[in-house]
C-alpha cells in the first residue's frame, strides 16, 4: 500500500496504523502471559492466560474478569500475536481458526473497517450508519490499482474484475451472498454504481466534483433508490452524468426493489428475490448493454404476511401515491379493506411511499415503459389484490361453494378482461377431463379459496417476470457488441432455523454449489502460485467433499427427483414422500433420519452444519397448482397485457393429471407441465455453467446483530455467517496447504536472530540463507516448502518462531541490561577508588604543608622556585625533541596503513566490477529466463487452450457417437422385441378365446348381479316409503308433545334435528346397504361352508375314533404275538409312529377347525352386531311397527338358537377331543411301557411320546386360559361399553347445562351492557355539556397524546387482539341468540341455579380427575427433564470428543499429506519420464483394441442378456412346473389322507403311503434341486454380467482417458463415425418410416376394440362406485374420530366454562346487588365500560386488516356490525363536531347550554325509566313466584313423563353410540374386505390391460393375415380370371384345331379320291379327251370353294 497516504482523512475508515500494532511492549506481554481463546456463551471466545495444566484440562485466568476457570484442551484456540491485530487479510494470520477470525472481524468492525479480506472472499459487515468512503474520490482512489496497493473494499473487488477482464479478455462474476438484512443489495448497488462510473460511454468532466463529502453508506435497507441518476446521496452526488445505458441500468434497481422487495422483521427493504445482473462491456470497456435474471420470488407474501411484516414496496406505493381517481379508475380501496394485506396499511419508518412511488414511476419511464402498460401493471396489481375479497360460503346440505355477492367478482372480471360469468364458474365448477370427457367438479370452500390464493399469486409472479424482459429488453436496445461481461449474482446465503422448508433447500442446495465453486477457484489459484514457486504439491479436489450432499439433493432418485416422482401419483403424500426418502437414502452418509421426538421430518449434513428439514406441503410448492380453467380465460381475456403475460402458462391442474388416455396405456402430452424444482434446476445449471465460464470474485455480507444498532456485534451471529458463508469452511482448506507465506528478506531479517553464527558475513542468496535458517531451525519438512521468492509455512508455524524470536529476544535484551548494569558499576567502582586514593593524597600533602609551612627553608623554597624555570628550558626542548620523533614515526606507520588501504581499495574496486559484471550477467539470463517463461506459459496457455477445445471437441462426437450406440441399440431392442412379440402374439392368441370366453361368462354374472341389485333397490325404496310414512306420523306425535311441553322447545329441536340427520343417513344408508347386504351374504355363505366343514370334521373324528378302536385291538393281537412275530412287531412300531404324525395333524386340523370357528364366530358376532345397530338406528329414528318387533325377535331367536347349537357342538367337540386324548395317552403309555420291557433302545421313541405329552397338555391349558380370558375379555368390554355410554350420557347432559348457563350468562351480559350503554350516553352527554371551552381543548390535546400513545402500542395490542376478537365474537353469537329471549330470564333463574349447583357438583369430581391426571403429568414431565438433562450431558461430552477427534483428525491430515506428498511426487515424475515415450506408441494400439473389445463386450453382454432372459422363461416354466407338482403333491397327499381314513387295514395302507410319500418327496427333492441349479445358473449369469459391466464401465473409463490425449486418432474416429452416423440416420429414417407404418397398424387397430373398451368402461365404474363408497366409509369413520376428539375437546371445555362461569355468575350477582344499591357502582362499571366501548372501537377499525381472520364471522353478523358501525359512525360524528366546536368554542357556547339543557332532562327521563324497570322487575319476581307455584303441581306429573322419556332417549344414545362402536369395527372390516376388493380389482384389470394388449397384438397380426388373405384371394381370383381366359383361348384353339382336323381328313379324303381317279384322268389326256380334265378343274373349284368355306 505504497500508493495509498495512511494520513489521508477520507481513508479513515479504510485503513489502520500498522505500526501501533509492532510495539514491544504489547508483544512482551503477549508472550509472559500465554495467551490463548476460550468459548464463552455470549462472546463466542474470550482471552485468558494459561495458568497450569491438570491432565486433559488446563487452569486458565480470563483476561477481562481475573476470574480462574478449568477448559479442555480441545475448546482452546491459538491467539495470534499483536503484529498480527486487524488484519487486512485474514488468509495472513499464522493461527487460523474460529476466534482468531472472530476477533479480527470484531476489532476492525469497532474500529469503523467493515471491508476485510479472508483469502479470496471480501467479507463485509453492516455498519448501519452512513460512512463517506464511496465518494468519486475514493472511486479514483481505487481505479485501476491493484488488491495490495488499496485497502480492502468492494470497489477493489469490482476493480480488479473490470481490469481482468480487460487484460485477460475473460469474463468475470461477482458473488454477493448472506443473510437478510446484511447488505446485498447495497453492496450490488455499490459494484454496479462503480462500473456505471468507470465503464461510462461519456467522460466525466471536473464541473462534476462533488464540493462536499458528505456521501456514505448505511446498509440499512429502507433506502429503495440508487444513490446515483439523483436519487439519494450515497456517496455519488446528483450531477454525475451517465448516458442513457447507464442511467437505464442504474434506473432498473429501483424497480426491481419497488416490485420484489419487502419489509420483514430483520429487515425494511429486503429482497424477496435472488438475482443475476449481467452487464456486457464492448472491446474498448464501455458498457455495451445488461441482462437480469430472477431466481425464487417469495410469491406467497402476496397472499398473507406475518405480523409486523409488509407485502411487496408496490401495493403501499400505489395505495398511497395515486390520486383518488385514478384509484377509483382501477378500483383501488383503502389498504385495512383488502384480505390478502392482513397487517393492513403499516408504515415503515424512514420510508416515504409517496415518494417512492413517484421514483418508480420516474425509472419506469426511463426505462422506455408506455403509459398504458404501466396502466395495465396497475389494473394487474388492483385485481391480484381483490382477489382475497371474493368471500365463498358453503352450502347446508352439499359441499358445494357459493358466492352470495358477486360484486368483487365483477371487479376482477372488469380489470382481466374476462366475464364474470365464466370467472364464478371456472372457481366454484370448473371442467375436469376424466378420460375423454369433461366433467364439472363441484368444489368446497377451502378449494375455491386455494384456487383464488393460487391464481393471485401466479398472476403477480408473472407481471414481475414479464416487468423483468422489459427491463432487459430496454437495457438490450443498444447497438454496441458486447465482447465480454461482468455478471453480479445477489442470491440468499445459507439459512438454518428451527425447521426448514422447501425454499430453505432450493437455497442450501444453490450454497453448497457455490461453496464448491468457491473451493474449486481457491485451490485452482493456490495451485497455480504453488507451480509459480516450484513447491511439491498434490493437488486436492475440495469440490469433491461437497459432492455426496450435491448428489444426494439432485442425482437421480435424490429428494428433489423423488419430489417430482411423488408429484405425479394422485395419492401421494408429504408422508408417503418422507417415507420413500427415508427408505431411498438411509445409508446416504450425508442424510440424518429425524428421530421419533423432533418435529423434522429428515435433516442433511451440509458444509455449514445439521439441517433439519420439514415436508410439510413439499408437493403442493413443488408442483403449485393452478385452475386451468381460469387460466384459459385469463390466456383468452379481451385485455392484451392479461393475455400476453398468460400466454405461455404451464398449468398443473386440479386433478394433477397432465396425461391422456388412449386404448395403449397412459401417454405424456407435448406440453407436459414442469415442477419447480425442474425449473430451479435448470436455472441453477445455467448459472452454474455462466460461472465455471467466468473467474468469480466473492463477496460476503455479514449481519452484526439483529437490533440494527451501529457498534455492536453479536459474536454467536456472526459465527454463525461465517460458518454458513463458508469463510470457515475457506480458512478449513486453507489449514490444508501453506497459507502462510512470507519473502526471503523478510524471513531472514526477521528471524535471523533465531540462528546466529549460520549465516556466514559477506553477500549471500536470499533462498540459500533461508535453507541455512531451516536447517539450523531443525524444522520438520512437512511444515514449510521453499519456493523462487518466497517461503510457505502451514498454520500456526509462524507463531511458533514468533514465540520463540520473542524469548530469545528477552534473552538478548536481559544479557544486554546485565552487560550494562556491569559497566556502569564497574566505571562507578574505579570512580570510588580513585576518589579515595587522591583523598589520602590530599590529605597526605595537608598534613606535609602543615610541618612545612612555618620551616623557613620551605619559606625560602617557595620564593626561589619561580626563579628555577629558566634552567627547565633545555628540559622542555628535550621533551618536545621527544615527542616530534614519536609523531613522525606515527606518521610514517600512517602511511604505511593507507598505502595498505589504496591496494586493499583497488582490490574491492576490481572484485566489484567483477561482481557487477556478474550480476549483469545472471539479470540478463534472469530476463531471458522470465521472456523464455513467459513464452512458454503463453504457449501451455494456448495449447491449453487447444486441448480444452479438443477436449470439448471429443466430447461432443463422443456424446454423439455415445447417442447414435444407444439409439441403434435402441433400435435393435425395439427390432428384437417386435419380432418377440410377434411370437408371442401368436402363441397368445388362443389363450385370449380361451379368455375372452371366461370373460363372457364373467359378464354375465356381473350382468346377472346387477339385475339383482336394482331388484334389490326396487325393494329398499318400498321400505324406504313405508318408513317416510311412518316418519310422518312420528313427527305428527312429536308436534302433538311439544303442545304439551312448551318448555322442552330445545329438546324437541335437537329431535328435529337427529330426525333430519337420520334422513341424511338412511339416503346414505341407501347406498351404504348394498355392500352390506353383499357381506352379509358372504357371510352367510361362508358361515354354511363352516357349518360343512365342522360336520366333516365331526365325521373324521368319528372315523378316527373307530381307526383307533381298531388300532387298540391290533397292537393288543401285537402284544400277545410280539415273540412269534417280530416282523408284525416292527409293522406295528411303523403303525404307531404313522398314527402318532397322524394324530398331530388331526390335533393340528382341530387347532385351525377352532381357530376357523372363532373367526367364524367373530364375523358372525360382528355382522350380527351390524345388523342389530342397523335395527337400532331404525327402530329409535323410525319408531318401527310391531310387525317389525316380531320380526327381529324372531331373527334374535333364530340367532339364539344358532349361537346356543354352535355352543354345544364346540363342548361337545372339546369333551370328545379331552376323551381321545386321555384315552391315547393312556393306551401310548401302556405300548410304551411293554416296547420298553421288549428293547431299551427305544429311549428315543418315549422322548418323543414325552415331548408330545407336554405339548398336549401345554395346547389344553392355553385352550382353557384362552377361553377364560376371552369370558373376561367380554366382561371387561362389556362393561367398559356402559361406562362409556353412561359417560356419554353425562357428557350430553353437562354440555345441554353448560350451554343454557352460557346462554342465560349471555343475557345478563345483554342487559348490563344495555344498563351501561345508556348510563354511559346520559352521563358523557351531561359531561360534554357542563364543560367549557377550556375542558374541550384540554380533551382534545389529551386525545390527541391518548392517540399518538394508541398508535405506539398498537402493535403490542395486535397479538391481544385476535383472543378480544374470538371473545367479542362468542359474545355477540349469544347476543343474537339472546335478544329474543330477554323477557323469559327470570323465569328461568331458578332452574338455571339448579342446573348450576348440579354442574357445580360434576365440575367438581371431574375436575378432581383433572388434577390426579395433571399430577401425572407433572411426574411424567419431571422425568423427561431429567432424561433430557442426562442427554445434554452425553451431547456435551460427545460434543467434546469430537472436537478433540477433529483436531487429531486435522493433524492427521497434515501429517497423511506431507507424507503423501514426498513419496507420491517422486514416484510420479519417474513414471512419468519413462512411460511418457511409451504412451505415445501405444495409444493408437489402444485405441484400436479397445474399440474391438468394446464391441466384443458388447455382443457378449447381448448374448449374455438373450440367455438370461431365456434363462428366466426356462425358470417360469419349472416354477410353473413345480406348482403344479406342489397341487398334485397336495391332491395325493389328500387322497392319501381320505384312502387311511377309508380303509381298514393299516399294514398296507402304510407301506403304501410311505412308498408315495418318498416317491413325493423324492420328486421335491429333485425338483429342488433342479430349481436350485437353475438359480445357481442364473447366479452365474447375473454375475457373469455384473462383470461385463464392470469391464465395460473400466474400459469405458479408460476408453476417455486414452482418448483424451489422441488428436489424430480422434480425428479418423471421427470421419469414422461420422460416417457410421450418416448410415445410422439411414437406418433411423427406415426405422422412422416402419414406425409410421406400425403406428397407421395401430390406428386401423383401435377400431377393432370397441366392445373390450366398453367393457372396460363398465369395470371402470364398477370400481368408481367401490371407490366412492370406500370414500364414504373413510368419510364416515373421520367423522366418528371427529366427534370423538371433539367430546373430548368438550369434556375439557365444559371443565373450564364451568368454573369461568361460576366466576362470572358469582361476579354479575354481586355486580347486579350493587347497581341497584348505589350509583358510584354504576359509575365505575359506566367507565368500564367507556374503555370497553373504545377498545372495541379499535378492534373494528383494526379488523379490516385482519378481514382474513374474520371474514367468515363477518358474513354471520352483518346485521350486528351494521348496528356497531352506526354507532361507530355516531361516535365518529361526534368527534368531529368536538373538533368543530374546538376550533369555534365561542359559537358553540350557546349550543351547549341548551345541550345541557336538553341532556339533563333525559338524564332525568333515564333515571325515571330505570325506577320503572326496578318496579316492573319486582312484579315479575312476584307474577314469577305465583305462576311457578300454579305450574308446579301441573309440571311434575309432565316432568316425570318427560324425565322417563329422556331415560329412555339416553339409554338409546348409549345404544346408539355401542352401535356406533361396532358400526366402526364392521367399517374397518368392510375397509380391509373392499382393499383386498380394489386389489383383486387391480389385478384384474392389470391382467385385462395385459389381455387387451395381446388382443391388440392378435388383432394386428389377424388383420396382416387377413390382408394377405385378401391379397391372395385378389391374385387367385386374377389367376382364376387368366385362367378361364385361357381355358376359354385353348377350348377355341381346341375347337379350331378339331375344325382344322376335320378339314385336313376332309382334304384327305378328297386327295385320295382324287389320288384314285388320276390314271383315268391321265388316260384320257393322253388320247386328247378333254372332258374329264373339266370335271377335275370342277372338283377342284368345288374343293377350293369348300376351303374357302371351311376359313369362312
Known amino acids: 500500500m505504497a500508493d495509498v497516504d495512511r494520513s489521508d482523512p477520507d481513508l479513515k475508515f479504510l485503513v489502520v496504523d500498522r505500526n501501533a500494532f509492532s510495539d514491544p511492549a504489547t508483544q512482551a506481554e503477549w508472550s509472559q502471559k500465554r495467551l490463548v481463546w476460550v468459548p464463552h456463551e455470549t462472546a463466542g471466545f474470550v482471552a485468558a492466560s494459561m495458568k497450569r495444566a491438570q491432565g486433559e484440562e488446563v487452569e486458565v485466568e480470563l483476561v477481562e474478569t481475573s476470574k480462574k476457570v478449568l477448559v479442555s484442551r480441545d475448546d482452546m484456540q491459538k491467539m495470534n500475536p499483536p503484529k498480527y491485530d486487524k488484519q487486512e487479510d485474514m488468509a495472513d494470520l499464522t493461527c487460523l481458526n474460529e476466534a482468531s477470525v472472530l476477533h479480527n472481524i470484531k476489532e476492525r468492525y469497532y474500529s469503523g473497517l467493515i471491508y476485510t479480506y479472508s483469502g479470496l472472499f471480501c467479507v463485509v459487515v453492516n455498519p448501519y450508519k452512513r460512512l463517506p468512503i464511496y465518494t468519486e474520490k475514493i472511486i479514483e482512489i481505487y481505479k485501476g490499482k491493484k488488491r495490495h496497493e488499496v485497502p480492502p473494499h468492494v470497489f477493489a473487488i469490482t476493480d480488479i474484475a473490470y481490469r481482468s477482464m480487460l487484460q485477460d479478455r475473460e469474463d468475470q462474476s461477482i458473488l454477493c451472498t448472506g443473510e437478510s438484512g446484511a447488505g446485498k443489495t447495497e453492496n450490488t448497488k455499490k459494484v454496479i454504481q462503480y462500473l456505471a462510473y468507470v465503464a461510462a460511454s461519456k467522460p466525466k468532466s471536473s464541473s462534476h466534483l462533488p464540493a462536499t463529502n458528505e456521501g456514505g453508506l448505511s446498509f440499512k435497507e429502507h433506502e429503495l433508490q440508487l444513490a446515483v441518476g439523483g436519487d439519494s446521496g450515497d456517496g455519488f452526488p446528483t ?1191 442426562r442427554m445434554e450431558e452425553v451431547q456435551s461430552s460427545n460434543e467434546k470428543l469430537d472436537k478433540s477427534k477433529k483436531k487429531m483428525s486435522a493433524e492427521l491430515d497434515d501429517a497423511n499429506i506431507e507424507l503423501d506428498s514426498h513419496r507420491s511426487k517422486v514416484l510420479e515424475l519417474e513414471k512419468k519420464q519413462r512411460n511418457f515415450d511409451k504412451i505415445l506408441a501405444e495409444e493408437k494400439m489402444n485405441g484400436e483394441r479397445i474399440s474391438t473389445e468394446r464391441d466384443n463386450a458388447e455382443r457378449d453382454a447381448r448374448e449374455k442378456e438373450t440367455k438370461l432372459l431365456n434363462l428366466n422363461r426356462g425358470l417360469e416354466e419349472l416354477q410353473a412346473q413345480l406348482d403344479e407338482s406342489e397341487r398334485s403333491r397336495r391332491q395325493l397327499q389328500a387322497e392319501l389322507d381320505d384312502l387311511v381314513n377309508t380303509q381298514g387295514t393299516a399294514d398296507k395302507n402304510v407301506h403304501e403311503l410311505e412308498k408315495a410319500k418318498r416317491q413325493l418327496e423324492q420328486e421335491l427333492v429333485e425338483q429342488k434341486t433342479q430349481l436350485e441349479e437353475l438359480e445357481d445358473e442364473l447366479q452365474q449369469t447375473e454375475d457373469q454380467k455384473m462383470r461385463l459391466e464392470v469391464n465395460m464401465q473400466a474400459l469405458k473409463t479408460q476408453f476417455e482417458r486414452d482418448l483424451a490425449a489422441k488428436e489424430e486418432a480422434g480425428e479418423e474416429k471421427r470421419r469414422g463415425m461420422a460416417k457410421q452416423i450418416r448410415d445410422l440416420e439411414a437406418e433411423l429414417d427406415e426405422e422412422r418410416k416402419q414406425k409410421q407404418a406400425a403406428v397407421n397398424a395401430k390406428k386401423k387397430l383401435e377400431t377393432d376394440y370397441k366392445d373390450l373398451e366398453s367393457t372396460m368402461d363398465m369395470n371402470n365404474k364398477l370400481k368408481e362406485d367401490a371407490l366412492k363408497q370406500l370414500k364414504k366409509l373413510q368419510q364416515a369413520m373421520k367423522e366418528i374420530q371427529r366427534d370423538a376428539e371433539e367430546a373430548h375437546a368438550s369434556k375439557n371445555e365444559v371443565l373450564q366454562q364451568s368454573k369461568d362461569l361460576e366466576k362470572k355468575i358469582k361476579a354479575l350477582e354481586s355486580d347486579l346487588v350493587q347497581m341497584q344499591e348505589d350509583l358510584s357502582a354504576a359509575e365505575r362499571a359506566r367507565r368500564t365500560a367507556e374503555s370497553e366501548r373504545d377498545e372495541l372501537a379499535e378492534e373494528l377499525s383494526s379488523s379490516g386488516s385482519k378481514g382474513a381472520l374474520a371474514i367468515d364471522e363477518k358474513r354471520r353478523l352483518d346485521a350486528r356490525i351494521a348496528a356497531l358501525e352506526g354507532e361507530l359512525e355516531e361516535e365518529q360524528t361526534q368527534s368531529e363536531m368536538l373538533m368543530e366546536r374546538a376550533r369555534k368554542a365561542q359559537i358553540s357556547i350557546e349550543q351547549l347550554t341548551t345541550e345541557l339543557a336538553g341532556e339533563r332532562g333525559n338524564a332525568q327521563k333515564m333515571e325515571n325509566s330505570k325506577m320503572m324497570l326496578e318496579r316492573q322487575n319486582k312484579e315479575l319476581k312476584v307474577k314469577l313466584e305465583e305462576v311457578e307455584n300454579s305450574n308446579r303441581a301441573k309440571a311434575k306429573a309432565a316432568i316425570a313423563a318427560l324425565e322417563s322419556k329422556v331415560s329412555n332417549l339416553e339409554e338409546q344414545l348409549s345404544a346408539e353410540a355401542q352401535e356406533r362402536m361396532l358400526a366402526a369395527k364392521g367399517n374397518r372390516k368392510l375397509e380391509k374386505k373392499i382393499k383386498e376388493l380394489l386389489m383383486q380389482l387391480e389385478d384384474e384389470r392389470r391382467h385385462a390391460d395385459q389381455y387387451k394388449e395381446q388382443n391388440e397384438k392378435t388383432n394386428g397380426r389377424m388383420k396382416a393375415m387377413r390382408r394377405q388373405l385378401d391379397e391372395a384371394e385378389e391374385e387367385i381370383s386374377r389367376e382364376k380370371a387368366h385362367r378361364r381366359k385361357a381355358q376359354r383361348e385353348l377350348d377355341d384353339f381346341v375347337e379350331s384345331n378339331e375344325s382344322m382336323n376335320r378339314e385336313i381328313n376332309n382334304l384327305k379324303n378328297k386327295l385320295r379320291r382324287g389320288m384314285s381317279g388320276l390314271p383315268s384322268s391321265r388316260l384320257l389326256k393322253g388320247r386328247g379327251s378333254v372332258v374329264p380334265g373339266d370335271d377335275s378343274i370342277a372338283d377342284t373349284e368345288s374343293v377350293d370353294g369348300g376351303g374357302e368355306e371351311s376359313e369362312k
Open 239 to 1429: 450531477s454525475f452524468s451517465f448516458g442513457e445505458l447507464e442511467q437505464q441500468l442504474l434506473k432498473a434497481n429501483p424497480i426491481l426493489e419497488a416490485f420484489g422487495n419487502a419489509k420483514t422483521v430483520k429487515n425494511d427493504n429486503s429482497s424477496r428475490f435472488g438475482k443475476f445482473v449481467r452487464i456486457n462491456f464492448d472491446a474498448s470497456g464501455y458498457i455495451a448493454g445488461a441482462n437480469i435474471e430472477t431466481y425464487l420470488l417469495e410469491k406467497a407474501r402476496i397472499i398473507r404476511q406475518a405480523p409486523d411484516e409488509r407485502t411487496f414496496h408496490i401495493f403501499y406505493q400505489l395505495l398511497l401515491g395515486s390520486t383518488q381517481e385514478f384509484k377509483s379508475n382501477i378500483l383501488l380501496e383503502d389498504a385495512k379493506n383488502y384480505t390478502f394485506m392482513t397487517q393492513g396499511g403499516l408504515r415503515v419508518p424512514g420510508i416515504d411511499d409517496i415518494e417512492e412511488f413517484t421514483a418508480t414511476q420516474n425509472a419506469m419511464k426511463v426505462m422506455g415503459i408506455s403509459d398504458d402498460d404501466m396502466t395495465s401493471i396497475w389494473r394487474v396489481i388492483s385485481a391480484s389484490l381483490l382477489f382475497g375479497n371474493m368471500e365463498f360460503k358453503q352450502e347446508r346440505n352439499t359441499d358445494q361453494a357459493t358466492l352470495p355477492d358477486n360484486t368483487v367478482a365483477q371487479k376482477v372480471a372488469h380489470l382481466l378482461g374476462i366475464q364474470v360469468t365464466d370467472l364464478t364458474k371456472a372457481f366454484l365448477k370448473p371442467r375436469i377431463k376424466v378420460g375423454r370427457d369433461y366433467v364439472t367438479k363441484a368444489q368446497t370452500k377451502e378449494q375455491v379459496e386455494f384456487a383464488i390464493e393460487a391464481i393471485g399469486k401466479a398472476t403477480y409472479e408473472r407481471l414481475f417476470k414479464w416487468i423483468v424482459t422489459r427491463i432487459n429488453r430496454s437495457l438490450d436496445r443498444t447497438k454496441r457488441q458486447g465482447a465480454s461481461f461482468i455478471g453480479i449474482l445477489d442470491i440468499a446465503g445459507f439459512e438454518i432455523f428451527e425447521l426448514n422448508s422447501f425454499e430453505q433447500l432450493c437455497i442450501n442446495y444453490t450454497n453448497e454449489k457455490l461453496q464448491q465453486l468457491f473451493n474449486h477457484t481457491m485451490f485452482i489459484l493456490e495451485q497455480e502460485e504453488y507451480q509459480r514457486e516450484g513447491i511439491e504439491w498434490k493437488f486436492i479436489d475440495f469440490g469433491l467433499d461437497l459432492q455426496p450432499t450435491i448428489d444426494l439433493i439432485e442425482k437421480p432418485m435424490g429428494i428433489m427427483a423423488l419430489v417430482d416422482e411423488e408429484c405425479w401419483f394422485p395419492k401421494a403424500t408429504d408422508k408417503s414422500f418422507v417415507e420413500k426418502l427415508v427408505t431411498s437414502h438411509a445409508v446416504h452418509p450425508k442424510f440424518v433420519k429425524s428421530d421419533f421426538k423432533s418435529t423434522a421430518d429428515f435433516s442433511i449434513l451440509h458444509y455449514a452444519g445439521q439441517v433439519n428439514y420439514s415436508a410439510a406441503q413439499w408437493l403442493m410448492k413443488n408442483m403449485d397448482p393452478l385452475n386451468e380453467n381460469i387460466v384459459q380465460y385469463l390466456q383468452a381475456s379481451q385485455d392484451p397485457f392479461v393475455c400476453h403475460i398468460w400466454k405461455d402458462a404451464e398449468i398443473v391442474g386440479m386433478a394433477q393429471q397432465a396425461m391422456t388416455d388412449t386404448q395403449f396405456g397412459r401417454v405424456t402430452r407435448k406440453g407436459m407441465f414442469r415442477t419447480v424444482s425442474q425449473l430451479y434446476k435448470e436455472q441453477l445449471s445455467k448459472l452454474m455453467v455462466t460461472l465455471r465460464n467466468t473467474n468469480p470474485n466473492f463477496v460476503r455480507c455479514i449481519i452484526p446483530n439483529h437490533e440494527k444498532k451501529a457498534g455492536k456485534i453479536n459474536a454467536p451471529l456472526v459465527l454463525d455467517q461465517l460458518r454458513c458463508n463458508g469463510v470457515l469452511e475457506g480458512i478449513r482448506i486453507c489449514r490444508q496447504g501453506f497459507p502462510n507465506r512470507i519473502p526471503f528478506q523478510e524471513f531472514r531479517q526477521r528471524y535471523e536472530l533465531l540462528t546466529p553464527n549460520v549465516i556466514p558475513k559477506g553477500f549471500m542468496d536470499g533462498k540459500k540463507a533461508c535453507e541455512k535458517m531451516i536447517e539450523a531451525l531443525e524444522l520438520d519438512p512437512g511444515l514449510f516448502r521453499i519456493g523462487q521468492s518466497k517461503i510457505f509455512f502451514r498454520a500456526g508455524v509462524l507463531a511458533h518462531l514468533e514465540e520463540e524470536r520473542d524469548l530469545r529476544i528477552t534473552d538478548l535484551v536481559v544479557k544486554f541490561q546485565a552487560y550494562c548494569r556491569g559497566l556502569l558499576a564497574r566505571r562507578n567502582y574505579q570512580k570510588r577508588v580513585q576518589q579515595l586514593n587522591a583523598i589520602r593524597i590530599l590529605q597526605r600533602n595537608c598534613a606535609a604543608y602543615l610541618k612545612l609551612r612555618n620551616w623557613q627553608w620551605w619559606r625560602l623554597y617557595t620564593k626561589v622556585k619561580p626563579l628555577l624555570q629558566v634552567t627547565k628550558n633545555d628540559e622542555k626542548v628535550m621533551q618536545k625533541e621527544n615527542e616530534l620523533k614519536e609523531i613522525t614515526e606515527k606518521l610514517h606507520h600512517h602511511e604505511a596503513e593507507v598505502q595498505n588501504l589504496d591496494k586493499q581499495y583497488q582490490q574491492a574496486l576490481e572484485e566489484k566490477n567483477i561482481l557487477a559484471e556478474q550480476l549483469q550477467a545472471e539479470t540478463e539470463l534472469c530476463a531471458e529466463a522470465e521472456e523464455m517463461r513467459a513464452r512458454l506459459a503463453a504457449r501451455k496457455q494456448e495449447m491449453e487452450e487447444i486441448i480444452h477445445d479438443m477436449e470439448a471437441r471429443i466430447e461432443e462426437e463422443e456424446e454423439k457417437v455415445l447417442k447414435s450406440g444407444e439409439e441403434r441399440k435402441k433400435l435393435q431392442q425395439h427390432i428384437q422385441d417386435l419380432e418377440e412379440q410377434l411370437e408371442e402374439e401368436e402363441a397368445a392368441r388362443q389363450k385370449l378365446q380361451i379368455e375372452k370366453v371366461q370373460a363372457e361368462a364373467k359378464m354375465k354374472q356381473f350382468e346377472e348381479q346387477l339385475v339383482a341389485s336394482d331388484d334389490f333397490k326396487e325393494k329398499f325404496g318400498k321400505d324406504k316409503k313405508n318408513l317416510e310414512e311412518k316418519l310422518s306420523d312420528v313427527s305428527a306425535t312429536l308436534a302433538e308433545e311439544e303442545e304439551k311441553a312448551k318448555h322442552l322447545l330445545k329438546l324437541k329441536a335437537k329431535h328435529e334435528s337427529t330426525i333430519g340427520e337420520l334422513e341424511d343417513k338412511l339416503r346414505k344408508d341407501n347406498q351404504q346397504k348394498q355392500e352390506v347386504e353383499r357381506a352379509k351374504r358372504k357371510c352367510e355363505t361362508e358361515l354354511g361352508d363352516m357349518k360343512e366343514q365342522v360336520l366333516e370334521r365331526k365325521q373324521q373324528v368319528e372315523e378316527i375314533q373307530l381307526q383307533l378302536g381298531k388300532r387298540e385291538e391290533e397292537v393288543a393281537q401285537a402284544l400277545m404275538k410280539v415273540d412269534e412275530e417280530a416282523a408284525a412287531k416292527a409293522n406295528a412300531q411303523k403303525a404307531l409312529r404313522e398314527l402318532e404324525s397322524q394324530l398331530g395333524e388331526v390335533v393340528e386340523d382341530l387347532d385351525a377347525e377352532k381357530e376357523a370357528r372363532n373367526k367364524a364366530e367373530k364375523q358372525k358376532r360382528d355382522l350380527n352386531e351390524e345388523l342389530e345397530a342397523l335395527k337400532n338406528e331404525l327402530l329409535d329414528s323410525l319408531d318401527v311397527t310391531a310387525a317389525q318387533q316380531e320380526l327381529r325377535t324372531a331373527r334374535e331367536k333364530e340367532l339364539a338358537n344358532i349361537k346356543k347349537s354352535l355352543e354345544d357342538e364346540t363342548s361337545n367337540h372339546e369333551q370328545m377331543t379331552t376323551d381321545m386324548r386321555h384315552k391315547h395317552s393312556h393306551e401310548i403309555s401302556q405300548i410304551n411301557n411293554q416296547l420298553d420291557q421288549l428293547k431299551k433302545t427305544k429311549t428315543q421313541a418315549e422322548k418323543g411320546k414325552s415331548q408330545l405329552e407336554a405339548e398336549l397338555a401345554d395346547l389344553a391349558n392355553e385352550l382353557k386360559a384362552t377361553s377364560g380370558n376371552k369370558q373376561e375379555a367380554e366382561r371387561k368390554r362389556k362393561q367398559l361399553e356402559n361406562h362409556a355410554g353412561e359417560l356419554n350420557a353425562k357428557l350430553t347432559e353437562s354440555e345441554s347445562r353448560c350451554t343454557e348457563a352460557q346462554e342465560r350468562l349471555g343475557k345478563i351480559l345483554n342487559e348490563m351492557e344495555s344498563m351501561g350503554s345508556q348510563l354511559q350516553e346520559a352521563e358523557t352527554r351531561a359531561s360534554q355539556a357542563s364543560k367549557s371551552t377550556d375542558g374541550l381543548e384540554a380533551q382534545l390535546s389529551e386525545v390527541a397524546a391518548n392517540l399518538e400513545e394508541e398508535t405506539r402500542q398498537k402493535l403490542a395490542v395486535n397479538s391481544k387482539l385476535r383472543a378480544l376478537e374470538n371473545e367479542k365474537e362468542h359474545l355477540l353469537e349469544q347476543v343474537e341468540e339472546e335478544e329474543g329471549k330477554a323477557k323469559t330470564l327470570e323465569k328461568n333463574l331458578t332452574t338455571a341455579s339448579q342446573q348450576l349447583a348440579d354442574a357445580r357438583r360434576k365440575a367438581e369430581e371431574e375436575s378432581e380427575q383433572v388434577a390426579k391426571l395433571e399430577e401425572y403429568k407433572k411426574k411424567q414431565m419431571k422425568d423427561f427433564e431429567e432424561m433430557q438433562h
